[in-house]
């Protein structure tokens, strides 16, 4: 249950924030945004960190963030209304849902950080990084844009490695196998990164270029 201050900044924010997505019109990002810039997609942002942590390191870029879930969209609106962040835009549904109205080759990046790893077998199907979504990405980043994977479950990490080794779009970046282990370069490190590793349960990361 969001609490009252919450509910004031969803009030206050969520109207100029939300991209209005028009079935079968595609999302015009200068007019989003203000400004032609590099825009940079999170999906399932969570606490937010992540995606306040960049936009306040990067603002003349642009960053959209997707989480259906209405807690973590409160929590990202307290890091945008207290570092008064103007690049972020907010999308509270299914990423996919805003992946099908994005223009071809608009996106610098794409991060999807720690999802859900539906660990039995009957739920892989549920898992969010499959074909589908990687054909989605593949449409919408740009040549030499990245897709950046992480994750703490090694058999989640396991399955997003064999979904990127069978195509022919996206080139996997590691040069070495501790490379699994090491954050790309300006990395915003979360709370729920911060307890896994305390917990014993070191994150790996999967970084790859789309051709």
Request: aromatic share 8%; proline share 6%.
């Amino acid at each position: 249950m969001l609490s009252a201050g919450d509910a004031a900044l969803l009030e206050q924010y969520m109207t100029q924030l939300r991209p209005s997505v028009v079935e079968g019109e595609l999302l015009d990002l200068p007019a989003l945004f203000g400004g032609d810039a590099p825009v940079h997609l999170e999906i399932g942002f969570g606490a937010g960190e992540h995606l306040a942590g960049l936009a306040a390191r990067h603002p003349d870029e642009h960053f959209l963030g997707c989480e259906p879930f209405i807690d973590g969209v409160g929590r990202l609106l307290r890091l945008v209304d207290a570092d008064a962040l103007t690049n972020i835009r907010i999308w509270d549904d299914d990423a996919r849902l805003l992946l099908d109205v994005l223009p071809d080759a608009c996106l610098s990046s794409a991060y999807i950080l720690f999802p859900d790893p539906w660990p039995k077998t009957r739920h892989h199907k549920r898992r969010i990084v499959n074909h589908a979504l990687l054909d989605a990405l593949s449409r919408v980043l740009m040549p030499g844009g990245k897709l950046m994977l992480a994750t703490d479950h090694r058999g989640y990490a396991s399955w997003m490695l064999q979904h990127l080794l069978m195509r022919e779009d996206f080139v996997w970046m590691a040069e070495r196998a501790t490379d699994f282990l090491s954050a790309p370069a300006g990395w915003v490190e979360t709370r729920y990164q911060q307890k896994t590793t305390a917990q014993g349960r070191w994150p790996l990361f999967l970084v790859s270029v789309k051709k």
